[in-house]
């Protein structure tokens, strides 16, 4: 039999050709692929609905985004303020210089300290008359009354609140230690309120989320009822819902996509904003901090997270309003 008659025989028999599966693939994605661009050339025949839906997602998820970001370089801030965070040891009278470098280099080998520093009695004493403005009455004085003290810095992590709770108490016990002494109350409250603005950031965000997914789910609502008798053909010639829903859900991807991007902008264009008046004030601290724009990381989950909100809009919408038109 020639190959002509084969092939002929293997169609009359309903056997699939060979090389099908291959075929079928490429036909789904050539016909992915069409529909993937035919929804965008049907959004930009409708240029200002397009941008203004688009823009209203960015907006959306430009705020949490920002805030998110303001909260991140708060945290770096606050990293340069883990000095604060200081565990003041007060060592006994008569304490030797030797003996407090000794303590000394015994706590720096300690996992949760970063550094300490030794305070002499006479340096304490040089520092308070000059601070204190009562230099000429300090003079007065027969001996030192102060005594040597050990700032302890804590490692960031251990710079929390329970954690510094801990450390305080593990050094009160070293034999040449008075008094052991933190400022847990400015601790606890640096930590409660960044905790307070990581949750609100988070509400708003979920807020925001459920409002483009509602905005989404309108838009491709609408889209819908103007295309409802196209709908109605297509069913009517054995069109699938799944072939029906695909134009809606690219649609709703591209939606993401740019409503995204413009989130990403409205962020950037903010902080390069922002940007020199925090300079300013920092430069009057005599730092050299700064705010940056989003990172790789931050814009691929920003857009991916707008391109995921913009898909469930859509595919609620589509999955609801699909099932009520029927050929009558």
């Known amino acids: 039999m020639s190959p002509a008659g084969e092939r002929q025989t293997r169609v009359r028999r309903g056997a699939a050709p060979r090389g099908g599966a291959s075929g079928r693939i490429g036909t789904y994605a050539a016909r992915h692929a069409q529909v993937f661009f035919a929804s965008l050339g049907q959004l930009s025949r409708t240029p200002?609905?397009?941008?203004?839906?688009?823009?209203?997602?960015g907006i959306a998820l430009a705020m949490p985004a920002g805030m998110n970001e303001l909260v991140k370089h708060a945290q770096r801030l606050s990293g340069g303020w883990d000095s604060v965070t200081q565990v003041s040891l007060f060592l006994k009278p008569g304490t030797?210089?030797?003996?407090?470098?000794?303590?000394?280099?015994r706590l720096r080998k300690l996992p949760n300290v970063v550094d300490v520093d030794y305070i002499s009695p006479e340096d304490a004493l040089a520092e308070f008359q000059?601070?204190?403005?009562?230099?000429?009455?300090?003079?007065?004085?027969?001996?030192?009354?102060?005594?040597?003290?050990?700032?302890?810095q804590p490692t960031l992590v251990d710079a929390r609140p329970e954690a510094s709770a801990r450390l305080l108490e593990q050094l009160?016990?070293?034999p040449e230690v008075e008094l052991a002494q933190l400022d847990m109350q400015w601790v606890k409250r640096l930590y409660a309120v960044m905790e307070i603005v990581q949750r609100g950031v988070l509400v708003l965000a979920a807020l925001l989320a459920l409002a483009v997914v509602?905005?989404?789910?309108?838009?491709?609502?609408?889209?819908?009822?103007?295309?409802r008798d196209e709908i109605v053909i297509i069913k009517l010639i054995g069109?699938?819902?799944?072939?029906?829903?695909?134009?809606?859900?690219?649609?709703?991807?591209?939606?993401?996509?740019?409503?995204?991007?413009?989130?990403?902008?409205?962020v950037s264009g903010a902080m390069i904003a922002l940007n020199g008046p925090v300079q300013?004030?920092?430069?009057?601290?005599?730092?050299?901090?700064?705010?940056?724009?989003p990172d790789l990381a931050t814009?691929?989950?920003?857009?991916?997270?707008?391109?995921?909100?913009?898909?469930?809009?859509?595919?609620?919408?589509?999955g609801r309003h699909l099932r009520s038109i029927e050929p009558t």
């Open 96 to 105: 030797s210089a030797t003996q407090a470098d000794r303590l000394a280099q």
């Open 214 to 227: 509602l905005v989404v789910g309108n838009t491709i609502r609408l889209a819908i009822q103007n295309r």
């Open 172 to 174: 009160s016990q070293e």
């Open 130 to 152: 000059r601070l204190s403005g009562f230099g000429d009455a300090l003079e007065a004085l027969d001996e030192n009354p102060l005594p040597g003290v050990l700032v302890v």
């Open 239 to 266: 069109g699938t819902d799944a072939f029906i829903r695909r134009p809606f859900l690219y649609a709703g991807f591209w939606y993401g996509l740019f409503g995204g991007l413009i989130a990403y902008a409205l």
């Open 299 to 318: 814009v691929g989950v920003l857009v991916a997270g707008s391109i995921a909100l913009a898909l469930a809009g859509s595919w609620l919408a589509v």
């Open 48 to 57: 200002l609905a397009s941008l203004m839906t688009a823009a209203v997602i």
């Open 280 to 293: 300013r004030l920092a430069g009057l601290y005599r730092s050299q901090f700064g705010l940056h724009l």
